[in-house]
């Protein structure tokens, strides 16, 4: 039986931006992240555009002389901030060395390679332990398989599976550990959103033309194998999410109450017609999406 992949708490919901995360509370967030150490994790996944850097804040403040694996990011400017822009976060983050840097969101207006090999650099420093992309297409990642790339993050999630076998593929064959984020696609698979939130998440695809009737089909899927197993629908997106082959999943959570549930996965599992079933309405959900789009948000870098 393969190993489900570990869980990490990923950080964005603390640090609201772009419409995004609009409710939380900063006392809510700290409980969060207190109560996620209490059980025993100890990775963490965060960015400086969460909050305007108020995410990093809150995971140094909490975790700080704390043993704990933590992952950032950087936005790609130009070569000669990176360094800068890394001491930001490492100041934040009351530490003096990344796990992972990941390069957050390419972009088509400037060159990557200098930039990526400006933040290589780091390493020799001791400043940063490993780089990583994120949310980057798998045809910008070949170009720049010669430097020294050893994460990719992407995302794990029903909602958005196109592409996903293809990074899987390539991981595999080059080395690379995969993390994904948001399995449980933004809150909408837990089945409190049929309808569009009042939040910036009612923009997404799901909610337009042909891919909503497909949407509302994935959730009474998800709502019957979780009552079949006795377990949330929250769960279930989650033990799909786990079942990817993935290094690591970076689950998320407003308050310790919807933590503990998702910390409770690792007994559950599908078998593969269950799997198979998800898969096919899933698929089924992002061919709904613009042929052009290799994400969730439509985001074009």
Known sequence: MKRSSDLALGSWQFGPSHGFWTGGTIQASRLTIRAAYKAGIRHFDTAPAYGNGLAEQLLGSVLFQKTAIIDTKFMPKHPSLVAQDVQKSLDRLKRTSINTLYLHWPSSSVDLRPIVQSAAR???????????????????????????????????SLLWTRGLEEYKQYAKKQGISLVGYSPLGLGLLSGKYPEKPNDRRGDLYVYQGTAYPIYRELLELLSFLARKKSISMAQLALVWARSQDFETVLMGAHSPEQLSPLLETDTFSLDEGEKRLLDEVAGRLCACAPPSWDNLFGHRW
């Open 122 to 156: 780091l390493i020799e420093q001791e400043k940063v332990h490993h780089l990583g992309l994120s949310n980057t297409p798998l045809s910008l990642v070949q170009t720049l398989q010669d430097l020294p790339i050893t994460f990719l993050q992407v995302p794990c």
